[in-house]
């Protein structure tokens, strides 16, 4: 691994150099689209994609580990590692092409899977139910977001029994457009449910049962998804930048910000003499590790993976 020392990116209090080629495939390995990352306990790190072998972990020095998951290829979407209650980590998946939450293990072995949401009156056979994301909250309750269907947010208890939904096309109050990423917010006084409204280029936020409580609408774009690090957000903002928020929602920073890339006639499918390591194209994933290094995936035809390192005084 080299380290990109001549850019530094980020902000005074949030500066990161780029590890130039961490996380090298094996040879006879290619990425499909990069849509997710997740990192564990250890530091190590799962990126999810659309080619063959859609799991695949690296060590937090980059060193290829193992790979899995041959029936994601092509439905590849929302991936979520979370704590269980019971002290394990497991993996969530949703697959797009087959309208399927996934429960695995870190290793894949497969816990359960659930189909589309026994309603009628939302979804037949012109309504499709399309999952783009997942995220669980501190009762072990699950939340899918179908980002690409009907546009309904869907609850579920830990086994996968069903609560309720909302949402459906729209842009008032409680209404979403392309609700394409989920995650819990844990840094008020009461967990929340923060919403990626894309095509409303905003977040909304719910209460866990699905009462609107308000619209972010600043320093967004096109939201993809979310982590939490301590008191802060991370943001993967498709139009081509990753935004990192405060405690209270304000803007720290916006990370390889490059507002030309997303205008480029061909994207997100540019030719490869237009990436430079320090900016980024197509941000669809992110997520933090223990030492406040930073992972972007992004949402192109070959995949890229970008390690930032997180500078300290």
Request: overall charge negative; hydrophobic content about 30%; some cysteine.
């Amino acid at each position: 691994m080299r380290i990109l020392n001549t850019h530094v990116i980020g902000c005074a209090s949030h500066a990161y150099v780029i590890a130039e080629g961490w996380g090298k495939l094996p040879a006879n390995m290619a990425y499909g689209y990069t849509h997710g990352v997740c990192v564990d306990s250890q530091d190590n790190v799962y990126v999810h994609h659309t080619g063959k072998e859609p799991v695949i972990v690296f060590d937090r020095d980059g060193r290829f580990l193992t790979s899995w998951g041959k029936e994601f290829e092509g439905g590849a979407h929302g991936f979520y590692l979370h704590q269980d209650q019971d002290g394990k980590e497991y993996l969530y998946f949703t697959d797009r092409l087959r309208g399927l939450l996934v429960k695995t293990t870190t290793d894949g072995t497969l816990i359960w899977e659930q189909g589309q949401p026994d309603r009628p009156d939302l979804y037949d056979a012109s309504r499709r139910y399309v999952p783009t994301d997942v995220c669980v909250a501190p009762n072990g309750d699950i939340y899918v977001a179908d980002g690409y269907g009907q546009y309904y947010i869907h609850q579920y208890n830990a086994e996968g029994s069903y609560i309720r939904s909302w949402g459906g096309r729209g842009s008032d109050p409680g209404q979403l457009l392309e609700p394409h990423g989920i995650s819990v917010n844990l840094r008020g006084n009461e967990p929340e449910l923060y919403v990626a409204d894309r095509r409303n280029h905003r977040i909304q936020v719910f209460t866990l049962d699905g009462q609107h409580k308000r619209f972010m609408e600043h320093n967004l774009d096109l939201p993809c998804s979310f982590y939490f690090f301590g008191d802060e957000v991370y943001i993967p903002d498709l139009d081509s930048r990753v935004t990192i928020l405060d405690k209270n929602d304000r803007l720290i920073t916006h990370l390889g910000e490059d507002q030309q890339a997303y205008k480029q006639q061909g994207w997100p499918n540019l030719p490869k003499a237009y990436f430079r390591p320090d900016k980024f194209s197509s941000p669809h994933g992110v997520c933090v590790d223990s030492r406040g290094d930073v992972y972007v995936v992004e949402w192109t035809a070959e995949g890229r993976l970008t390690k930032l390192i997180r500078q300290r005084e």
